[in-house]
């Protein structure tokens, strides 16, 4: 499952994830990812987006076997397996007419992830159909990059491993 | 052993309730989400305010977001001045205001476009119509 880089996010910093930057693919940097939506999400229950974080942002899970039931570590690169980044969404973003600060990364995966319990430890599903993952982050001028939201997205129909619409969507395109 | 989620958060869990279906609001992408079942869902963007969100695998819609939510409350703000006062706001309300506001970018679309557009604002106000928000959870609060 793992590609050639072989970089693991650490399981003791869960809110610290590493990615390349938009402007410079070589780059790898330090994210955080917003404590306010990932609180939002827990307080909500809504398992579905904390195992999309844990298994598709973060990457360094254990999963219930699909055969034995135990648990088994599964690591996936987590954000450093985007293959493709844009800069900037074409819709307004709070006070800001666009939100020209927010980078989406995008990957390809066969699974997606649910986090039934409290346990640590992920249920491993296919991912859903015809669709890429696809993260935000924040790249604010003076500040430090956040990570503020994720989810898949319908996959464009003359290029599946780009979302649906990219052109519209997102202002550039910063590396495929 | 410390928990993944004790590691998301190191100074105390927040309250953990059972899912239910729920409109959130989410601050830093200013986005008014309303999620009917807990699944990966896919995201489908129709304009620059709405996005509506499939199953999965199925063709049924489980949610829907509102993007620009600030704007689009302002902006409901200022023609109903009612909806910063009430304790709940209709969800479909910030959907009307979406649809005129989006309507920019399909000007220059063909008909099968804008009818698609069209069906999935349909279905999106068939999902939401019963759904309000706390007013303490819009963003002027937030």
């Not at chain 1, 298994?55 to 055969?67: A, D, F, W």
């Not at chain 2, 590691?7 to 959130?24: N, T």
């Not at chain 2, 509102?66 to 302002?74: H, M, V």
């Not at chain 2, 703000?77 to 649809?99: C, G, H, R, Y």
Request: proline content about 7%; some cysteine.
């Amino acid at each position: 499952m793992l590609g050639p880089i072989h970089r693991l996010n650490d399981r003791g910093t869960a809110l610290v994830i590493q990615a390349a930057h938009p402007d410079d693919r070589a780059r790898i940097v330090s994210i955080r990812a917003s404590s306010e939506t990932l609180r939002s999400m827990v307080s909500d229950r809504w398992n579905s987006k904390i195992g999309e974080y844990v298994g598709l942002v973060h990457g360094n899970l254990r999963i219930t076997s699909e055969t034995t039931l135990e648990p088994i570590d599964a690591p996936t690169q987590g954000l450093l397996a985007a293959h493709a980044c844009f800069m900037g969404v074409r819709r307004p973003v709070g006070k800001s007419p666009s939100g020209d600060r927010i980078a989406v990364y995008v990957i390809q995966a066969p699974y997606t992830y649910q986090f039934p319990d409290r346990s640590g430890v992920a249920v491993r599903t296919a991912a859903p159909a015809r669709s890429v993952f696809t993260v935000e982050a924040d790249f604010p001028e003076d500040g430090e990059a956040e990570i503020v939201f994720w989810e898949w997205v319908l996959a464009a129909s003359d290029d599946a491993t780009l979302p649906e619409n990219h052109d519209a969507r997102y202002v550039r395109r910063c590396w495929l | 052993m410390k928990t993944l989620v004790d590691r998301l958060f190191p100074d105390g869990r927040p309250e953990v309730a059972e899912f239910r279906p729920m409109a959130r609001y989410f601050g830093p992408i200013d986005a008014m989400i309303y999620v009917r079942d807990d699944v990966s869902y896919r995201a489908d963007r129709v304009d620059p305010f709405l996005t509506v969100l499939w199953h999965p695998t199925e063709d049924r819609l489980v949610g829907v977001k509102l993007k620009g939510f600030r704007f689009l409350f302002e902006r409901l703000s200022a023609v109903a001045p009612e909806v910063s006062t009430n304790d709940f706001l209709p969800l479909v309300k910030a959907l009307e205001i979406a649809l005129a506001a989006g309507v920019g970018e399909v000007l220059t679309d063909g008909l099968e476009k804008k009818l698609q557009r069209d069906r999935k604002y349909e279905q999106a106000r068939q999902l939401i119509r019963d759904v309000s928000v706390p007013n303490r959870d819009l963003p002027q609060a937030a």
